[in-house]
């Protein structure tokens, strides 16, 4: 895999405060590597020590090779960025915008208004190219701003808080676009929300107090949670008792917890040994007990669940 | 075009695209126009000069200058745009000088726009247009230094009202170094060459010996350099706080 972004022992310091603390890593093409982690826990700061905003107080950032700090114009040439909150000049309108990032990329005359379309269309901003930037919704504004991030086809795109405050269909969109993008480059990009980890990394690192505390696929994310590949059970009519006896002789089960009664129907969860897959074992048990069944179903544990064991102080898992 | 072209370009359009050029266009030269005749006796002196018309123009600039270099670096700050921009393929000194130069050459065009001033005396007489060619560019060598200082001062806050105060009163300090409003506060403690210093910092003294007509390199030179180091120091201050979101 073509190494394109290369990350050694970052760290950035603002006075006594310690905001990234030797962040190490690598990202390769075809490579979306989803930034999570706490509100203040260095992700944006990352993100602009990797753009050249920010000169890290140790450590160096090689984009395509390029040294941020020691070839900025080489490094930034790559890049494309879309900073938290995707800011633009609001008097501006986004036809006159892009016009002007283009210009700024190097683009002239007839390549400069190809590239300015192209990117337009990709982007659907047909609609309001001559209106003026404040005078457009959060949507556009976002997609302004992702348009002068992709405008110059960069190897490697930073996207800080792409879908942050946008609606569904919006959020959807801007997803379907940075998928489309995710072949050919490679993607970092910061979110709050854990479902767009799923649905758009290949992989997520979890950053809390500026050191990173995860670094894996989402499946592997998962994994990290205690009730990832558990059984959820609810069965009409037989003493909970007989059925903990029962399931217990089940291969693999390490533990019931029931979760609740009503009427003679009981709740409960099966917890498995180390994660493995215990489903059809139960299924067969529940067959063979001739139990009524009204639910079996696996869960595969909530990211929301390992997000705040990672990130909170007491960690119990490792 | 090289990239502060790109930067001069948007930035001089964006005075146009909003009301800011038209209202400090009309005013100045409403101001230059009411200094002139009312407070300056232009007629009254039945002399063929501008002398009355350039002499206001140091006060002028006090207030209009801040005014309009508080947004360069505090807008930018405010809304953001400083990490979009910074993190183009462009250096610092790139992006400060094209700021820079396209509020240098929008106060220009003002200043150009007061030439029926120049029209009526040589209508009404025959001045020297040699001496009247050296005021204005005395003029604009000086709005250039008053533009540098706001442009360092509106780099050191997102607040474009502190900005505009703040430069305001380190402006008037160097109109009036060579003044015992400001030489008094140095003149018990400080030793003589530092007052000297001082005074020579004046922008009313190297202002009115340009505007007298004559061109010595060293009044330019003082306008230049001090340009440069308020650039200079815009882009260190610009450095120092981008930091602090």
Same mark, same amino acid.
């Given at each position: 895999?073509?190494? #394109?972004?290369?990350?050694?022992?970052?760290?950035?310091?603002?006075?006594?405060?310690?905001?990234?603390?030797?962040?190490?890593?690598?990202?390769?093409?075809?490579?979306?590597?989803?930034?999570?982690?706490?509100?203040?826990?260095?992700?944006?700061?990352?993100?602009? #020590?990797?753009?050249?905003?920010?000169?890290?107080?140790?450590?160096?950032?090689?984009?395509?090779?390029?040294?941020?700090?020691?070839?900025?114009?080489?490094?930034?040439?790559?890049?494309?960025?879309?900073?938290?909150?995707?800011?633009?000049?609001?008097?501006?309108?986004?036809?006159?915008?892009?016009?002007?990032?283009?210009? #700024?990329?190097?683009?002239?005359?007839?390549?400069?208004?190809?590239?300015?379309?192209?990117?337009?269309?990709?982007?659907?901003?047909?609609?309001?190219?001559?209106?003026?930037?404040?005078?457009?919704?959060?949507?556009?504004?976002?997609?302004?701003?992702?348009?002068?991030?992709?405008?110059?086809?960069?190897?490697?795109?930073?996207?800080?808080?792409?879908?942050?405050?946008?609606?569904?269909?919006?959020?959807?969109?801007?997803?379907?676009?940075?998928?489309?993008?995710?072949?050919?480059?490679?993607?970092?990009?910061?979110?709050?929300?854990?479902?767009?980890?799923?649905?758009?990394?290949?992989?997520?690192?979890?950053?809390?107090?500026?050191?990173?505390?995860?670094?894996?696929?989402?499946?592997?994310?998962?994994?990290?949670?205690?009730?990832?590949?558990?059984?959820?059970?609810?069965?009409?009519?037989?003493?909970?008792?007989?059925?903990?006896?029962?399931? #217990?002789?089940?291969?693999?089960?390490?533990?019931?917890?029931?979760?609740?009664?009503?009427?003679?129907?009981?709740?409960?969860?099966?917890?498995?040994?180390?994660?493995?897959?215990?489903?059809?074992?139960?299924?067969?048990?529940?067959?063979?007990?001739?139990?009524?069944?009204?639910?079996?179903?696996?869960?595969?544990?909530?990211?929301?669940?390992?997000?705040?064991?990672?990130?909170?102080?007491?960690?119990?898992?490792? | 075009?090289?990239?502060?072209?790109?930067?001069?370009?948007?930035?001089?359009?964006?005075?146009?695209?909003?009301?800011?050029?038209?209202?400090?266009?009309?005013?100045?030269?409403?101001?230059? /126009?009411?200094?002139?005749?009312?407070?300056?006796?232009?007629?009254?002196?039945?002399?063929?000069?501008?002398?009355?018309?350039?002499?206001?123009?140091?006060?002028?600039?006090?207030?209009?200058?801040?005014?309009?270099?508080?947004?360069?670096?505090?807008?930018?700050?405010?809304? /953001?745009?400083?990490?979009?921009?910074?993190?183009?393929?462009?250096?610092?000194?790139?992006?400060?000088? /094209?700021?820079?130069?396209?509020?240098?050459?929008?106060?220009?065009?003002?200043?150009?726009?007061?030439?029926?001033?120049?029209?009526?005396?040589?209508?009404?007489?025959?001045?020297?247009?040699?001496?009247?060619?050296? @005021?204005?560019?005395?003029?604009?060598?000086?709005?250039?230094?008053?533009?540098?200082?706001?442009?360092?001062? @509106?780099?050191?806050?997102?607040?474009?009202?502190?900005?505009?105060?703040?430069?305001?009163?380190? @402006?008037?300090?160097?109109?009036?170094?060579?003044?015992?409003?400001?030489?008094?506060?140095?003149?018990?403690?400080?030793?003589?060459?530092?007052?000297?210093?001082?005074?020579?910092?004046?922008?009313?003294?190297?202002?009115?010996?340009?505007?007298? /007509?004559?061109?010595?390199?060293?009044?330019?030179?003082?306008?230049?350099?001090?340009?440069?180091?308020?650039?200079?120091?815009?882009?260190?201050?610009?450095?120092?706080?981008?930091?602090?979101?």
């Amino acid at each position: 895999m073509e190494i #394109m972004v290369e990350i050694k022992n970052l760290r950035k310091a603002f006075g006594p405060i310690v905001a990234v603390d030797g962040v190490s890593f690598t990202v390769g093409k075809r490579e979306v590597l989803g930034f999570l982690g706490p509100n203040g826990a260095g992700k944006s700061t990352t993100m602009k #020590m990797i753009t050249g905003f920010l000169t890290p107080t140790s450590g160096t950032v090689h984009i395509c090779g390029h040294n941020i700090e020691d070839q900025p114009i080489e490094a930034k040439m790559r890049l494309g960025y879309l900073p938290e909150g995707a800011p633009a000049y609001q008097d501006m309108t986004p036809a006159s915008f892009l016009t002007f990032i283009g210009e #700024m990329r190097g683009y002239r005359g007839a390549t400069l208004k190809r590239t300015v379309s192209e990117t337009v269309e990709k982007v659907n901003l047909q609609s309001v190219l001559n209106q003026s930037i404040e005078t457009l919704s959060k949507g556009f504004k976002r997609r302004v701003g992702l348009a002068q991030a992709i405008l110059h086809d960069p190897d490697i795109l930073i996207l800080d808080e792409p879908t942050d405050g946008l609606d569904p269909n919006q959020k959807h969109e801007v997803r379907t676009l940075i998928r489309a993008m995710a072949q050919e480059k490679a993607i970092i990009l910061s979110t709050h929300i854990l479902e767009e980890v799923h649905a758009l990394c290949s992989r997520a690192m979890i950053i809390a107090k500026g050191k990173v505390v995860f670094d894996g696929t989402p499946a592997e994310l998962e994994g990290k949670s205690p009730a990832h590949n558990t059984v959820l059970g609810t069965i009409a009519g037989v003493d909970p008792l007989v059925l903990h006896h029962h399931l #217990m002789t089940v291969k693999g089960v390490k533990k019931i917890e029931e979760l609740g009664r009503d009427g003679d129907l009981v709740k409960f969860r099966i917890y498995p040994d180390d994660g493995q897959w215990i489903l059809p074992d139960i299924g067969h048990c529940v067959r063979e007990q001739g139990w009524e069944v009204r639910e079996l179903y696996p869960d595969r544990g909530k990211l929301d669940e390992v997000f705040r064991l990672l990130t909170t102080p007491k960690q119990t898992i490792s | 075009m090289g990239r502060i072209g790109v930067i001069f370009q948007r930035e001089l359009a964006g005075y146009f695209a909003t009301p800011i050029a038209a209202v400090f266009i009309v005013i100045f030269l409403l101001l230059s /126009g009411a200094f002139t005749f009312y407070l300056g006796n232009y007629f009254a002196r039945g002399q063929a000069d501008l002398v009355p018309f350039f002499d206001f123009h140091p006060w002028l600039y006090l207030v209009l200058i801040p005014a309009l270099a508080m947004r360069l670096w505090a807008e930018e700050r405010r809304s /953001g745009t400083i990490e979009l921009l910074l993190t183009l393929p462009v250096t610092m000194w790139e992006a400060v000088a /094209g700021k820079f130069l396209a509020a240098w050459c929008f106060t220009g065009i003002a200043l150009a726009l007061t030439f029926p001033m120049w029209l009526t005396v040589n209508l009404l007489g025959d001045p020297d247009n040699g001496v009247i060619l050296a @005021s204005y560019l005395g003029s604009l060598l000086m709005a250039g230094g008053f533009l540098a200082i706001g442009s360092c001062i @509106s780099a050191l806050t997102k607040n474009q009202v502190i900005a505009f105060v703040v430069s305001v009163v380190i @402006s008037l300090g160097f109109i009036l170094s060579g003044f015992p409003l400001v030489l008094e506060l140095f003149s018990g403690w400080a030793p003589q060459f530092l007052l000297n210093a001082i005074s020579s910092f004046s922008f009313l003294t190297h202002f009115q010996s340009i505007s007298k /007509g004559v061109l010595d390199l060293r009044d330019i030179l003082f306008f230049l350099s001090l340009i440069a180091f308020w650039l200079f120091a815009t882009a260190t201050v610009i450095d120092m706080k981008k930091a602090e979101s």
